[in-house]
């Protein structure tokens, strides 16, 4: 495994969010069109996690985001984070992570 330098991970920012609207990609099975409340904005994600949680299970779910990810699109949609989660090798399992506690949204993860 490598290793990086603290300062090359201070340049992450990961915060805590609240997913406040969910949605099925119109032209993708496995991705969602997420929206995310960081305090003091709101960031869209598109995400395939389809297979893993329903619509109802995403929205509310205080969640942990990489903010600070470059913007991209994914089958025409704008994603400008990453919901963080824990998946096995094979994908037949991801879970988001999550903190212990309720949190604020924007909470900064150090």
Do not use: W
Not at 13 to 20: A, E, L, N, P, V
Not at 38 to 61: D, H, N
Not at 67 to 74: D, G, Y
Request: a negative charge; proline letters at 4%; one cysteine or more.
């Amino acid at each position: 495994m490598d290793t990086i330098a603290y300062s090359d991970f201070a340049k992450l920012d990961i915060r805590t969010g609240k997913i406040i609207d969910v949605a099925r990609h119109q032209n993708a099975d496995k991705l969602y069109i997420v929206k995310i409340d960081i305090g003091e904005k709101t960031l869209q994600t598109v995400t395939s996690l389809v297979p893993y949680y329903t619509e109802e299970e995403l929205l509310g779910k205080q969640v942990v985001v990489l903010c600070n990810l470059a913007k991209a699109k994914m089958r025409e949609e704008t994603s400008e984070c990453m919901l963080l989660c824990a998946e096995t090798e094979d994908e037949s399992e991801s879970v988001l992570l999550t903190p212990e506690r309720l949190m604020p949204p924007g909470i900064k993860i150090v």
